[in-house]
């Protein structure tokens, strides 16, 4: 079955950088465009990037713009995110999901907790 | 941008009830609208997708109607598992979810 796994959470400083991982298995990863979806603590869900099944294609919220980067490599069946200059605001759990279609999120992984803090 | 609300806030109904919540979209969305249920420390789950199609597997107690700017989501009969804050979402030109419905047993 679909078994997506995030990895590489933590606690940072304000203004450094971290890299989320997101493993995949038990479903073509090459062929679904694949979400990050963020939730701070006791708050909502909220969308943060997006990258098409080959890679080429890559949409951010605004406040991520220019600051994280979504990436793929399907030779390993995995998804990163890349977070540079992290603000105390950024503190969220980080989901993958994968889509077949860009339009919903079908399958989870179970979060990776990211905290900045000085 | 597109603004989602969700009516009511949260919620409390007793088993076998139905419980119905509302999304309202700032623009027409058309049926670009899905429906989520997120339990405590868990991800959220999938239930229903381009606002009315129920995803395999889920209960049928579940559904969803609606177009444009106005959307509902209905527990047919509650149940104790249920208990859970959903989510509407939105597609199209980009993505965004509402606020979220905590559902409690009265």
């Known amino acids: 079955q679909v078994h997506l796994v995030e990895s590489g959470g933590g606690v940072v400083q304000p203004g450094r950088s971290l890299r989320l991982s997101c493993t995949a298995s038990?479903?073509?990863?090459?062929?679904?465009?694949m979400h990050w979806v963020r939730q701070a603590p006791g708050k909502g869900l909220e969308w943060v990037a997006v990258?098409?099944?080959?890679?080429?294609?890559?949409f951010y919220t605004d406040s991520v713009k220019g600051r994280f980067t979504i990436s793929r490599d399907n030779s390993k069946n995995t998804l990163f995110l890349h977070m540079n200059s992290l603000r105390a605001e950024d503190t969220a759990v980080y989901y993958c999901?994968?889509?077949?279609?860009?339009?919903?999120?079908?399958?989870w992984g179970q979060g990776a907790l990211v905290t900045v803090s000085s | 941008d597109i603004q989602m609300t969700q009516s009511p806030p949260s919620l409390s109904a007793s088993v076998g009830d139905r419980v119905t919540v509302t999304c309202q979209a700032s623009?027409?969305?058309?049926?670009?609208l899905n429906w989520y249920q997120q339990k405590p420390g868990k991800a959220p789950k999938l239930l229903i997708h381009?606002?009315?199609i129920l995803e395999t597997g889920v209960p049928s107690r579940f559904s969803g109607s609606g177009s444009g700017t106005y959307f509902t989501f209905t527990i047919n009969s509650l149940q104790p598992e249920d208990i859970a804050t959903y989510y509407c979402?939105?597609?199209?030109?980009?993505?965004?979810f509402g606020p979220g419905t905590k559902v409690e047993i009265k």
């Open positions: 038990g479903f073509i990863f090459s062929a679904y465009a």
């Open positions: 381009d606002a009315s």
């Open positions: 990258v098409s099944d080959g890679g080429t294609n890559k």
């Open positions: 979402q939105r597609y199209g030109n980009l993505f965004s």
């Open positions: 623009r027409d969305i058309s049926h670009y």
């Open positions: 999901a994968s889509t077949p279609n860009w339009n919903y999120f079908d399958f």
